[in-house]
């Protein structure tokens, strides 16, 4: 197993246990909605309200004890009571939406539930609900994963346990905020979260991923911190299940769970979470339907029925004096023992306050009703719960602002800012357990073909579509296929066909842990899976769901968590597969025989991720700028089209394509077409592979090129170093036409080689094409190999980097046909110039010259760019030594300021603007080409276009055009 590094953390490690300590000692010092451990809270911009938006507050002043007094008992019960809704566009006339306004207003609810919804639908709800509540509702949803598990269209979180796997508890609270401040949006006023169970059941069916961890510790820790991030937004959070539902193998939904550990066991474990946070200042709980025959005088009672359970324990022995909520009511651990109206009253005498989804609200009232006035609960009992509720709605301002501002949400839900937390912590939160064959970073060319296989155990034969859609972003070949419910057997050996020709099996599990449905692979599937992880070939897990899935297959030579499978949870996991992404999860779980709380192998990133430009602290409003320079550009003529690429800090947050190939507007721009590059060969190509022979030490910068090139020794050239061409300083002329007389590589060579000096060596700048042919054929002499081979063999095959070419015309048509041409030539009669080499001397050298010839699209430049930026590594692979970039790509030259081969950013007046460091170094390309790169910032700014077309007479502003976008892309960083 290759581990770059290797890490375990026990339960007494140094990160948690210093902030666990700091966070414990003032939990045991005071009693507070909002501890301030030593810990700096992140923060989190505010959206941007306009002012047309804003709606007043109404300001009204609720006195509690005087509003309870001057209730009835009908309206105290029906307070205690929460019902369900679903927030989708319903009509008026609905009659489902007329029994629930009837509800409401004729049993004087106190709350609603909402399940699953969209944003408007059910603000919109919300509003037509509170309009026939006397009392305004208090508004409440379960928003573990974020507000996204209910509602659509807002942002969704990773979920407990892979927001434990990142080892950050920033993340917890940051995940708390975002969720608070869209749920306090949406006009929710309470969300069911955090879950504070413990996980150390792995059959456990219906917790699982939804906890922090096994780690008592680790829950607590975690737990936390979202707990606060939620209450920091005004919002209160409710820890659950009480006292405890990880350790058990029985859903509550379909059945009673019976634990039948002792209080010391107990104790010691599952209440630690709850004892700690409530010593917080911790306000809500959550009850568990779950039995404890050996703590409780009860033996078959549920928890939330339980008086020894939530009397004894919760409030009496931990001391807790918040709102007891229940679980939902409706759930079968309740329903196949007791009515509705006995499981309120029983929850009522055990110690609960909000009765959750009674399945019959109205049959349940009565009885409870009938309950008081028979004396089996007294008035007092019920007032107790509805001081509670009534309190808890004044601190929360719901008698002043109960509607929602329909106005508001689409500047305050699913906001960039709030899209890039949940970005990072579910790339954070990937967790690789096993990398047999160094197998992760995934590269192309040692792994041809994947097979990519979307194990789901549901029968929509579109599982893991996105999985594959992503794959195929970082590999060229990637044969996709599901295996769920509905497998055929045909279909089943179309997927062992598949394997023998791959040499990549990736199985991604798409087994989730979902109520009524096992969390198990069936084994069925399994057969197979394990017929593919034994075909010896190199295999992978990657678990989208339950993490416990690895355990069924632990012959595959990679495993790695990725917690959830939804579609932006894939999105950001993908790229660690490639090594696009940094992975430094730890396992909050124990696998006996596997793995432990703590496991976890680190890798850095070393290959470009496709990212957002959020989450590279950019921000895109800013970017769309870039749209308008360039529709000026190609309205004004400048070039027909062209493309634009933007990379920082490792991802490639733009690439758009912008107009046509030519002006007949037929065809447009993709993001992927290629360009002739012009005399960005000088650096992409002749200047690279000068840094790796002398990385290689095969050559010296202070070498003479009389050593390599013999018409160089004599006494006007033999002073002319390999850094004088580098530098443009050799003395020889900016280029001679040579191609009116000359016809042949040969012959132009050889021109070349003889050709006078304008200046004697190292005392004139000129920029010269000759320079970089001579340097061209210096790396033949000395490699062996033609300069488009030994650049491709050494750096762009290896890179990935497949639409990089000289003469990509001689590729294939799939190349060909991306390229958009760059000029109608009729001094040489070649008619239209595209996919051939647009210098003219170039083309005369058969399309492989020093100076010109490379095409490349945006994406390989941008690869290219990250290399040089990460200290010469790409793909897990050391291509050239940090000192030797450095070397080439700092200011050389005492005459201007060059580097080694590569242009810097000049005084005045610069083509990578005015806001790029002085840093910053690139090329230009005559075609309308150029790469900026900022090494202060990490950032690469790609510009490829064709403004030589039709003619050279074109495009003149190319130079303004190049700095507008340089500019704009360094006003879009976050400041």
């Given at each position: 197993?290759?581990?770059?590094?290797?890490?375990?953390?026990?339960r007494?490690?140094?990160?948690?246990?210093?902030?666990l300590?700091?966070?414990?000692i003032?939990?045991?010092?005071?009693?507070t909605?909002?501890?301030?451990?030593?810990?700096t809270?992140?923060?989190l911009?505010?959206?941007?309200?306009?002012?047309?938006?804003?709606?007043?507050?109404?300001?009204?002043?609720?006195?509690?004890?005087?509003?309870?007094?001057?209730?009835?008992?009908?309206?105290?019960?029906?307070?205690?009571?929460?019902v369900?809704?679903?927030?989708?566009?319903?009509?008026?006339?609905?009659?489902?939406?007329?029994?629930?306004?009837?509800?409401?207003?004729?049993?004087?609810?106190?709350g609603?539930?909402?399940?699953?919804?969209?944003i408007?639908?059910?603000?919109?709800?919300?509003?037509?609900?509170?309009?026939?509540?006397?009392?305004?509702l208090?508004?409440?949803?379960?928003?573990?994963?974020?507000?996204?598990?209910?509602?659509?269209?807002t942002?969704?979180?990773t979920p407990?346990?892979?927001?434990?796997?990142?080892?950050?508890?920033?993340?917890?609270?940051?995940?708390?905020?975002?969720?608070?401040?869209?749920?306090?949006?949406?006009?929710?006023?309470?969300?069911?979260?955090?879950?504070?169970?413990?996980n150390?059941?792995?059959?456990?069916?219906?917790?699982?991923?939804?906890?922090?961890?096994?780690?008592?510790?680790?829950?607590?820790?975690?737990?936390?911190?979202?707990?606060?991030?939620?209450?920091?937004e005004?919002?209160?959070?409710?820890?659950?299940?009480?006292?405890?539902?990880?350790?058990?193998?029985?859903?509550?939904?379909?059945?009673?769970?019976?634990?039948?550990?002792?209080y010391?066991?107990?104790?010691?474990?599952?209440l630690?979470?709850?004892?700690?946070?409530?010593?917080?200042?911790?306000r809500?709980?959550?009850s568990?339907?779950?039995?404890?025959?050996?703590?409780?005088?009860?033996?078959?009672?549920?928890?939330?029925?339980?008086?020894?359970?939530?009397?004894?324990?919760?409030?009496?022995?931990?001391?807790?004096?918040?709102?007891?909520?229940?679980?939902?009511?409706?759930?079968?651990?309740?329903?196949?023992?007791?009515?509705?109206?006995?499981?309120v009253?029983?929850?009522?005498?055990?110690?609960a306050?909000?009765?959750?989804?009674?399945?019959?609200?109205?049959?349940?009232?009565?009885?409870?009703?009938?309950?008081v006035?028979?004396?089996?609960?007294?008035?007092?009992?019920?007032?107790?719960?509805?001081?509670?509720?009534?309190?808890?709605?004044?601190?929360?301002?719901?008698?002043?602002?109960?509607?929602?501002?329909?106005?508001?949400?689409?500047?305050?839900?699913?906001?960039?800012?709030?899209?890039?937390?949940?970005?990072?912590?579910?790339?954070?939160?990937?967790?690789?357990?096993?990398?047999?064959?160094?197998?992760?970073?995934?590269?192309?060319?040692?792994?041809?073909?994947?097979?990519?296989?979307?194990?789901?155990?549901?029968r929509?034969?579109?599982?893991?579509?996105?999985?594959?859609r992503?794959?195929?972003?970082y590999?060229?070949?990637?044969?996709?296929?599901?295996?769920?419910?509905?497998?055929?057997?045909?279909?089943?050996?179309?997927?062992?066909?598949?394997?023998?020709?791959?040499?990549?099996?990736?199985?991604?599990?798409?087994?989730?842990?979902?109520?009524?449905?096992?969390?198990?692979?069936?084994?069925?599937?399994?057969?197979?899976?394990?017929?593919?992880?034994?075909?010896?070939?190199?295999?992978?897990?990657?678990?989208?769901?339950?993490?416990?899935?690895?355990?069924?297959?632990?012959?595959?030579?990679?495993?790695?968590?990725?917690?959830?499978?939804?579609?932006?949870?894939?999105?950001?996991?993908?790229?660690?597969l490639f090594?696009?992404?940094?992975?430094?999860?730890?396992?909050?779980?124990?696998?006996?025989?596997?793995?432990?709380?703590?496991?976890?192998?680190?890798?850095?990133?070393?290959?470009?991720?496709?990212?957002?430009?959020?989450?590279?602290?950019m921000?895109?409003?800013?970017?769309?700028?870039?749209?308008?320079?360039?529709?000026?550009?190609?309205?004004d003529?400048?070039?027909?089209?062209?493309?634009?690429?933007?990379?920082?800090?490792?991802?490639?947050?733009?690439?758009?394509?912008?107009?046509?190939?030519?002006?007949?507007?037929?065809?447009?721009?993709?993001?992927?077409?290629?360009?002739?590059?012009?005399?960005?060969?000088?650096?992409?190509a002749?200047?690279?592979?000068?840094?790796?022979?002398?990385?290689?030490?095969?050559?010296?910068?202070?070498?003479?090129?009389?050593?390599?090139?013999?018409?160089?020794?004599?006494?006007?050239?033999r002073?002319?170093?390999?850094?004088?061409?580098?530098?443009?300083?050799?003395?020889?002329?900016?280029?001679?036409?040579?191609?009116?007389?000359?016809?042949?590589?040969a012959?132009?060579?050889?021109?070349?080689?003889?050709?006078?000096?304008?200046?004697a060596?190292g005392?004139?700048?000129?920029?010269?094409?000759?320079?970089?042919?001579?340097l061209?054929?210096?790396?033949?002499?000395?490699?062996g190999?033609?300069?488009?081979?030994?650049?491709?063999?050494?750096?762009?095959?290896?890179m990935?980097?497949?639409?990089?070419?000289?003469?990509?015309?001689?590729?294939?048509?799939?190349?060909?046909?991306?390229?958009?041409?760059?000029?109608?030539?009729?001094?040489?009669?070649?008619?239209?110039?595209?996919?051939?080499?647009?210098?003219?001397?170039?083309?005369?050298?058969?399309?492989?010259?020093?100076?010109?010839?490379?095409?490349?699209?945006t994406?390989?430049?941008?690869?290219?760019?990250?290399m040089?930026?990460?200290?010469?590594?790409?793909?897990?692979?050391?291509?050239?030594?940090?000192?030797?970039?450095?070397?080439?790509?700092?200011?050389?030259?005492?005459?201007?300021?060059?580097?080694?081969?590569?242009?810097?950013?000049?005084?005045?007046?610069?083509?990578?603007?005015?806001?790029?460091?002085?840093?910053?170094?690139g090329?230009l390309?005559?075609?309308?080409?150029?790469?900026?790169?900022?090494?202060?910032e990490e950032?690469?700014?790609?510009?490829?276009?064709?403004?030589?077309?039709?003619?050279?007479?074109?495009?003149?502003?190319?130079?303004?055009?190049?700095?507008?976008?340089?500019?704009?892309?360094?006003?879009?960083?976050?400041?």
């Amino acid at each position: 197993m290759s581990r770059l590094i290797i890490h375990k953390l026990s339960r007494s490690t140094l990160l948690y246990s210093l902030l666990l300590f700091s966070l414990l000692i003032v939990m045991s010092s005071c009693k507070t909605t909002e501890p301030t451990p030593e810990f700096t809270y992140p923060l989190l911009p505010v959206p941007s309200v306009p002012d047309d938006t804003l709606t007043e507050r109404i300001e009204m002043d609720v006195d509690v004890d005087s509003l309870l007094s001057e209730m009835s008992l009908d309206e105290k019960i029906g307070q205690l009571f929460v019902v369900p809704a679903f927030g989708s566009f319903t009509n008026d006339r609905d009659p489902e939406l007329l029994r629930l306004k009837r509800i409401i207003s004729k049993y004087h609810i106190g709350g609603v539930l909402f399940f699953r919804g969209d944003i408007y639908g059910q603000a919109m709800l919300t509003n037509q609900l509170q309009s026939v509540s006397k009392i305004p509702l208090w508004i409440s949803q379960d928003m573990e994963f974020g507000a996204a598990m209910r509602v659509s269209g807002t942002t969704r979180i990773t979920p407990a346990m892979g927001v434990a796997a990142t080892n950050d508890p920033a993340n917890a609270y940051l995940k708390g905020k975002v969720t608070a401040r869209e749920a306090s949006a949406l006009g929710v006023h309470q969300i069911y979260a955090p879950v504070l169970d413990i996980n150390n059941n792995s059959e456990n069916p219906v917790i699982n991923v939804r906890s922090f961890s096994a780690d008592r510790d680790i829950v607590t820790l975690f737990g936390q911190y979202l707990i606060n991030g939620i209450e920091s937004e005004g919002v209160l959070a409710t820890a659950k299940h009480f006292p405890g539902h990880g350790d058990t193998d029985t859903d509550s939904h379909l059945a009673l769970p019976v634990i039948h550990h002792d209080y010391a066991r107990l104790d010691s474990l599952e209440l630690y979470p709850f004892r700690k946070t409530i010593q917080n200042g911790l306000r809500s709980i959550m009850s568990a339907h779950i039995a404890f025959p050996n703590i409780s005088d009860n033996l078959d009672m549920p928890g939330t029925l339980d008086e020894s359970i939530l009397n004894k324990i919760l409030i009496d022995t931990l001391g807790f004096n918040g709102l007891v909520v229940t679980d939902g009511l409706d759930m079968q651990g309740i329903t196949d023992n007791f009515s509705p109206g006995e499981a309120v009253v029983l929850s009522l005498l055990a110690g609960a306050d909000k009765m959750l989804i009674s399945p019959d609200a109205m049959t349940a009232i009565n009885e409870v009703k009938r309950a008081v006035e028979s004396g089996r609960i007294s008035e007092e009992r019920i007032d107790q719960s509805v001081r509670k509720i009534l309190t808890l709605k004044k601190e929360h301002r719901v008698f002043q602002n109960h509607m929602v501002d329909l106005d508001v949400l689409s500047h305050q839900i699913n906001t960039p800012e709030y899209q890039t937390v949940a970005d990072k912590i579910a790339r954070e939160s990937v967790t690789l357990l096993k990398n047999d064959r160094d197998i992760i970073p995934i590269r192309d060319v040692d792994r041809l073909k994947i097979l990519a296989v979307a194990l789901a155990d549901d029968r929509s034969g579109a599982t893991g579509t996105s999985f594959a859609r992503e794959l195929r972003k970082y590999h060229n070949s990637v044969s996709f296929h599901v295996l769920d419910q509905r497998t055929s057997s045909e279909e089943k050996t179309a997927i062992l066909n598949a394997a023998n020709d791959a040499d990549l099996i990736i199985i991604g599990s798409f087994i989730i842990v979902r109520s009524h449905q096992p969390m198990q692979v069936q084994p069925e599937q399994l057969a197979l899976l394990r017929q593919l992880t034994s075909l010896n070939k190199p295999s992978a897990v990657v678990a989208f769901g339950n993490p416990y899935v690895v355990r069924d297959l632990p012959g595959a030579d990679v495993h790695m968590m990725a917690w959830s499978a939804d579609n932006n949870q894939v999105v950001q996991s993908v790229p660690a597969l490639f090594g696009a992404a940094d992975i430094k999860g730890k396992l909050p779980i124990n696998m006996p025989g596997l793995y432990e709380i703590g496991d976890g192998i680190e890798m850095k990133q070393s290959v470009v991720r496709l990212d957002r430009p959020e989450n590279a602290g950019m921000v895109t409003d800013s970017l769309l700028h870039i749209d308008m320079i360039m529709q000026q550009a190609i309205d004004d003529s400048v070039f027909p089209g062209g493309v634009v690429g933007v990379m920082r800090k490792g991802s490639m947050v733009w690439n758009n394509a912008y107009g046509y190939h030519d002006y007949t507007k037929t065809r447009s721009v993709k993001n992927d077409d290629v360009y002739d590059l012009a005399s960005l060969t000088k650096a992409m190509a002749t200047t690279t592979s000068i840094m790796k022979l002398v990385d290689d030490g095969l050559i010296d910068i202070d070498d003479p090129v009389a050593a390599y090139i013999s018409e160089f020794d004599t006494d006007e050239k033999r002073d002319i170093t390999i850094e004088h061409l580098l530098l443009h300083t050799s003395g020889l002329p900016a280029f001679k036409v040579y191609v009116d007389k000359l016809k042949t590589r040969a012959e132009i060579i050889d021109a070349v080689r003889n050709e006078p000096l304008e200046a004697a060596p190292g005392e004139k700048y000129t920029y010269s094409d000759l320079g970089f042919i001579l340097l061209g054929e210096i790396i033949e002499e000395v490699s062996g190999l033609r300069l488009n081979q030994y650049v491709r063999t050494n750096f762009f095959y290896p890179m990935g980097m497949y639409s990089t070419h000289f003469n990509p015309k001689n590729i294939g048509r799939w190349m060909s046909s991306r390229i958009p041409p760059t000029e109608i030539d009729i001094t040489y009669s070649r008619g239209t110039v595209q996919g051939e080499v647009h210098d003219e001397r170039a083309w005369f050298m058969d399309g492989i010259a020093g100076h010109a010839g490379l095409f490349a699209p945006t994406r390989d430049i941008a690869k290219y760019a990250y290399m040089l930026l990460n200290s010469g590594v790409y793909g897990g692979h050391q291509y050239l030594s940090p000192e030797v970039i450095e070397l080439f790509t700092g200011r050389r030259s005492q005459i201007n300021k060059r580097g080694y081969g590569f242009d810097r950013k000049s005084e005045g007046f610069s083509t990578a603007g005015e806001l790029t460091s002085e840093r910053t170094f690139g090329h230009l390309g005559f075609t309308g080409t150029s790469l900026w790169i900022d090494p202060d910032e990490e950032i690469a700014i790609i510009l490829l276009t064709n403004r030589t077309y039709p003619s050279r007479t074109y495009g003149r502003e190319i130079s303004r055009i190049r700095a507008k976008i340089a500019d704009a892309v360094m006003n879009s960083l976050e400041k």
